[in-house]
């Protein structure tokens, strides 16, 4: 008996040691990997008895142990291997009926086989695990994530056998004031572990992340850095673009650091009517990564957008993360193909990915077909503005955005919020995010979505202490819906700054099928007369230099009650979510035309 409880109390103290969560690994599906897809057993634990019943007595496992009865008599209150399974990545709301409404913790398990190499580093990646993630490998505690839609990952290279390993990952998807997002929000709050699941194969010195962008004022210079996961110096690091005839060999400096300058010629810029790529190999000794990225540039001269230094209009659509039929997490790259195949009909050469930065594959696919993306954090409505954890959660999950796409050419908006009521301690908190997106990433231009206050009821007056932080003024507004109904061609618009202006928001709800006159509501007909009148009120817009409708498709919100017409669906899709198109498809797909 002694002998057990000195076992119990040596793995209470080792959970304590856990790593820190590293600096994002950047390209991470390119590098050398063994993915942890797949199913994972799972145990929905209603008071947390796994995780609470070991904290307040030291001697009882804590579920993360994994722990299995010895002898007959031996009391273990939980097994992983008896229970369900379930396919990661995934949400638990749509895989088991039980957890449609679920907000709470779920426990989740996987065993592996690894072979330990001398000379190789195991990180563990995850793409997204929503919300709250602690994470156990072996039954030692190995950190805590917050953030649900960011990627993160840990060295766990020591805490690894040569063999049979087990990972288990307690997640958590309570809602909480001082969390980003807060209390309420318009999505379903899909909880699990949403994204790819990785263990990636680093030797000891490895790239961590890097970046090559196009010069803002020179196009015939490639800007280049790069950085280990190691203060080392004197290492070398070649950089070739075969297509470019480049190849140039670098060394790191003090901090395992390269920035340098590539010359280019005949560089064929990255444009969504030529998405042209170019394969880019990074080697280190003992390390060759991959990538294929794409250059152009983006800029604004008054109120003109201009990429590759030429005038465009955004013809974009707003979307969520959402599977293209019947609800669920969205992942994966056929997911985002058929996704953006209503897109690419629409005439869309712009998404807005709201409200929480969507899944790399996603990205990386709209990138191939030429569809420029706005990428944004959950910073949504209000927030706890003046606590300095839900700051510092909001600034690391932008950071984690900006790293995971900075090589991603079709991303050119960052934006740091949406809807969010004017005030001095809300202008404090974006102000510093807006610094931080800039202090991070000067290739990109800066926005988010924010409300409109009138100056009268016919006349919008856009005014807001935060456009003097942003790059482009963007703002939500439903006239139509849930403002002044059949009275937009009454309205007036005035934009006072000398900025782009995007309308990230306007639409209204119709259930696909639901038909009637144009002045009843949720009939397909009340939604193609407001797209009618919203477009035309917006082409008279100074400055308009694009939109992002709300929205593609129908999706899955908890505050949409109304029974026959919305059962928990937000209906302002203009694809429903079984996937038929609505009227007012057609109207944006007509207005979008004459915008070429
Ligand atoms: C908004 C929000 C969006 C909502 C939408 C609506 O302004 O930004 O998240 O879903 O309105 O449908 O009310």
Redesign the pocket.
């Known amino acids: 008996m002694k002998k057990q409880i000195l076992t119990l109390m040596l793995l209470a103290a080792a959970v304590s040691l856990h790593a820190d969560e590293l600096p994002l690994l950047g390209n991470v599906f390119n590098r050398q990997h063994t993915s942890l897809n797949g199913e994972w057993n799972y145990i929905v634990d209603v008071q947390e008895t796994g995780y609470y019943g070991y904290r307040l007595d030291k001697l009882r496992n804590g579920f993360f142990i994994n722990a299995k009865p010895q002898r007959p008599e031996d009391l273990v209150e939980y097994d992983f291997d008896k229970a369900d399974k379930m396919t990661i990545p995934s949400d638990w709301n749509t895989r088991d009926e039980r957890l449609f409404f679920y907000e709470g913790t779920v426990w989740f398990k996987r065993s592996f086989t690894h072979h330990k190499q001398p000379g190789h580093r195991a990180l563990l990646y995850f793409g997204a695990v929503n919300y709250e993630a602690v994470v156990y490998v072996n039954g030692r505690e190995v950190g805590t994530h917050v953030g649900g839609f960011t990627p993160f990952n840990y060295d766990v290279t020591n805490l690894l056998r040569d063999g049979e390993n087990f990972v288990i990952v307690k997640v958590d998807n309570k809602r909480r004031a001082e969390n980003v997002p807060t209390l309420i929000f318009?999505?379903w709050n899909y909880g699990g572990i949403t994204r790819d699941v990785l263990l990636v194969d680093v030797p000891e010195t490895y790239i961590q992340n890097y970046k090559l962008s196009l010069d803002r004022t020179n196009r015939k210079q490639i800007n280049f850095s790069l950085q280990l996961n190691s203060k080392t110096a004197g290492q070398a690091v070649t950089v070739s673009i075969p297509e470019l005839k480049i190849k140039q060999t670098f060394t790191t400096d003090a901090d395992g650091h390269v920035g340098a300058t590539l010359k280019v010629k005949n560089l064929q810029l990255w444009s969504p009517d030529n998405p042209k790529l170019y394969n880019v190999e990074l080697t280190l000794a003992n390390e060759t990564l991959t990538d294929a990225i794409g250059f152009r540039t983006i800029e604004t001269r008054g109120k003109q957008l201009l990429l590759n230094g030429e005038p465009i209009f955004l013809r974009g659509i707003s979307m969520h993360e959402e599977k293209p039929n019947g609800g669920g997490r969205a992942n994966g790259t056929e997911d985002a193909r058929k996704l953006l195949t209503w897109v690419k009909e629409l005439g869309c050469n712009f998404v807005r990915l709201?409200?929480y930065p969507h899944n790399e594959h996603m990205v990386r696919e709209a990138e191939r077909q030429g569809i420029l993306v706005w990428s944004e954090i959950p910073v949504?409505w209000t927030i706890a503005w003046t606590n300095e954890q839900t700051a510092a959660n909001a600034a690391g999950q932008l950071t984690a955005m900006i790293h995971r796409d900075q090589n991603r050419a079709n991303v050119i908006i960052w934006s740091i919020a949406?809807?969010t009521p004017h005030s001095q301690q809300r202008d404090a908190f974006l102000s510093r995010l807006a610094g931080k997106a800039r202090e991070l990433d000067d290739t990109r231009l800066i926005s988010m979505?924010m409300e409109v206050t009138s100056a009268s009821n016919y006349h919008n007056r856009l005014q807001d202490n935060m456009n003097q932080y942003v790059d482009i003024i963007s703002f939500?507004q439903?006239i139509g819906w849930?403002r002044d109904v059949n009275d937009a061609a009454k309205m007036t618009w005035e934009v006072p700054y000398d900025k782009p202006v995007i309308v990230s928001?306007f639409?209204g709800g119709a259930k696909a099928g639901m038909h009637g006159e144009t002045n009843q509501r949720w009939t397909e007909e009340f939604q193609e007369n407001l797209y009618r009148e919203n477009t035309a009120m917006l082409d008279k817009i100074e400055g308009l230099a694009g939109t992002t409708p709300?929205?593609l498709k129908d999706f899955r919100?908890p505050r949409r009650l109304l029974n026959g017409v919305q059962d928990y669906y937000?209906r302002?899709g203009l694809v429903s979510d079984g996937g038929e198109k609505k009227k007012a498809f057609y109207v944006l797909q007509e207005w979008y035309k004459s915008k070429k």
């Open positions: 318009d999505w709201a409200h949504y949406n809807e979505a939500n439903y849930y928001e639409g709300w929205i919100s937000n302002k």
